[in-house]
């Protein structure tokens, strides 16, 4: 992965070595929690890489419900327990979906309790599936009480039970908190479960059994995913700011966010890569999100993360980026170029319309549009980076996820925040209790 | 479709009263527009609902190209050429077309220019259509010299022409200004066009033949559409300030984005609406983000617009919305509640966890959750508006696209913007012209 700031980032030499000052002693402190290993502390998730028990763990599971047959695996997770996953998902295979309907496993994913969308996934579900080893459900919630996830999971469940029988608890993988609620019940039931370490919250448990379980499953490179993620690890911790892609994003966001540039827009030249991009939305949202700081002061802080898709957007919201309020620092996320096989066919069906694509490529056409979106943002002085991804790879994927997780440790540290809570959401989640228990009959 | 404000906006009686003078010449414009009919103003596109010529040329290209075989009905356009269609067919159908293999005809969505998902869709076609009767291409851009469309166009027909031969051309439908290269070039080759009134812009161009053919072709109501836009029309137009839903939303935002709130969030709770959302995204940041005003003054103005999902993005972002920067205004979108069918089944697999769910429906939790969200937002004083839709339909969609558009062009009266023009996205355009033309061999 390259990272790229210097022409576009609109910030000066001076400004990135007085903000790496701020940064010295936490990224000493992520070293030490490196080197420690293990899951002490709040930044633990950057051990999960290189957890070779994990790993082992995650792979016994996936090979004990590997079947031949298998066609669905239903996630039934909302937020940190399936955007990671989702991520890779949908980057890999899942946004081409539609196109590939006789590739197998897919992965089905089932957050909210929207009633239309629950039926129709267990309609479909009892329609299309003979046996249960055609199917594994993996139930994902962090603290074992998530609403949507046991709701959801009592309705999936139960329809494949009227289908199958008890036998679908065999085909069931319940990954939680060791000890909590859905996990006590669980292992009660006989049902495989698979834990999180306490100190590894939702948003960055990617790489655990959360996202390495299913993602196993389904037979992806998951070590490659994991090298990848070492690899921006050893970058993020050790190299110094000028070469350090995580505190370069994390000072240049810092410091605009500074001068009232409040938003940070993802815009990523590659549609399938949505997904990871929502991903990232929870990870800026929920971590620098804040009411109080780390000393409780009152200071409603925080960037609001966006995700863009080129070109598509750019005939959407391309005119306010240009011409709107000055409040965005943008991140372009794409891959490198390689050599392209797909030609505009020889014959065209309309040869005088834009002359200038003959001969040319698709991947030529989205190269030209990127560029062209670069220089007016750079004639329009509007900040951005570049995040240039090798591939669309487990491997890089990695790197990513790794680098952005990472990144977001140190903006907290900037803005003096706890980047790993979210004490806000309770409050909506203490009144939706309430109702739902004052409706009990 | 209700509008709800009172309890929540923060906007008091007298502003309202104050900033609804700003609007009274605006409105009385409006009527005249709609009195007069036809398309001379910049504002005609509120004549589409009542244009009867429009609809019988759309049914009838719908009926000339309408096969009992049709599987595919494939979209090329981008922007304002699909965001529309896509909105309708995926409320109703489309976003349900994982869990539906079976249900046609399907709609295919071709916009950016990305190699891989043009490949994966030209190589699903190829094996999964067996006769031209199976699919209608439909190439959309306003302009006709769209590089996306223009491009996808050749690659998706080229590729159907070599399984298909020259008779795939009696499959094409183009949509384009009459007179554009691409309108012109079209009928030279025969192909079924149909026009656009030069003065309805991309993103007002739903109910123009940009929207009507693709569903209409499809089966969908599209007279059921055009009444909802019709009696939200009279009551955009005619009703007070009080009950005025455009009126009342465009003034609310305002006097918000006045006061620092620079977001405007479209919350919505149901799934399947995203791509509503994303339609509104771009009626909003292309008509009001603006470098100049209509004096030529330079602004930068405009509000950001964002999709959410409940309950979804409650586990995402919703830290940052409750505890992060006041910057936002949100405007709750969901249905009238219904009787719920979907009960918690009576034998649980996990009876310990969250008993309040025990006999609940999951509409009921999904109400519970968008209650104490409302709840939350009163408490924290964050400002909101509801739209409540009697239910997701032809009617009700009709009702709300027509709302957003007049809302629209009020807000960018009250900005005082040319809310119908997308100067600023022309330099990145010209850029990335030259480049293709500088690699022409």
Excluded at 101 to 120: E, G, M, Q, S
Excluded at 425 to 432: C, D, F, G, N, S
Aim: glycine content about 8%.
């Amino acid at each position: 992965m390259e990272f790229l700031y210097r022409s576009s980032a609109n910030i000066s030499d001076s400004d990135l070595i007085e903000l790496n000052e701020l940064l010295v002693d936490y990224k000493a402190h992520l070293v030490r929690v490196a080197n420690r290993g293990g899951y002490e502390d709040k930044e633990s998730s950057i051990n999960l890489p290189v957890d070779e028990v994990l790993l082992r763990d995650v792979l016994a599971a996936s090979e004990a419900k590997s079947e031949r047959a298998l066609k669905y695996i239903i996630v039934i997770g909302i937020g940190g327990s399936n955007l990671g996953t989702k991520a890779i998902y949908d980057s890999l295979y899942g946004f081409f979906d539609q196109f590939e309907p006789d590739r197998f496993p897919k992965v089905l994913f089932a957050d909210t309790n929207d009633p239309k969308t629950i039926t129709k996934l267990t309609d479909f579900l009892i329609t299309h599936i003979q046996d249960p080893s055609e199917f594994v459900v993996n139930s994902i919630s962090k603290s074992g009480g998530t609403t949507e996830t046991i709701a959801n999971t009592e309705f999936i469940v139960g329809a494949l039970r009227e289908r199958f029988g008890d036998t679908v608890y065999e085909r069931m993988v319940v990954t939680s908190d060791a000890g909590s609620p859905l996990w006590t019940s669980a292992v009660e039931r006989g049902i495989t479960t698979l834990s999180i370490p306490k100190n590894v919250g939702g948003r960055f448990s990617v790489f655990s059994s959360v996202g390495l379980f299913p993602l196993a499953l389904l037979g992806l490179d998951v070590r490659a995913l994991r090298e990848g993620a070492r690899a921006m690890r050893k970058r993020c911790l050790s190299e110094p700011i000028q070469t350090n892609p995580a505190m370069l994003s994390a000072i240049i966001l810092f410091s605009h966010l500074k001068k009232g540039k409040t938003i940070n827009d993802n815009f990523i030249f590659h549609p399938e890569l949505e997904s990871l991009g929502k991903w990232y939305r929870q990870l800026m949202g929920e971590s620098i999100g804040k009411e109080k700081d780390w000393d409780g002061n009152i200071v409603h802080t925080g960037i609001t993360p966006r995700v863009s898709i080129g070109s598509t957007d750019l005939h959407s919201v391309g005119q306010l980026y240009l011409g709107g309020p000055q409040d965005k620092t943008t991140t372009f996320i794409y891959t490198k170029r390689v050599a392209s096989t797909t030609l505009m066919p020889r014959r065209r069906l309309f040869p005088d319309l834009i002359e200038s694509l003959h001969d040319k490529s698709l991947d030529q056409i989205m190269r030209a549009i990127l560029e062209g979106t670069k220089i007016a943002y750079l004639k329009n002085k509007l900040p951005f980076m570049e995040v240039i991804l090798p591939d669309i790879s487990e491997y890089s994927l990695g790197e990513f996820l790794q680098f952005k997780m990472i990144e977001m440790m140190y903006l907290g540290s900037l803005l003096r925040v706890n980047a790993f809570d979210q004490p806000n959401v309770e409050l909506y989640k203490i009144e939706t209790k309430r109702i739902l228990e004052e409706e009990m009959s």
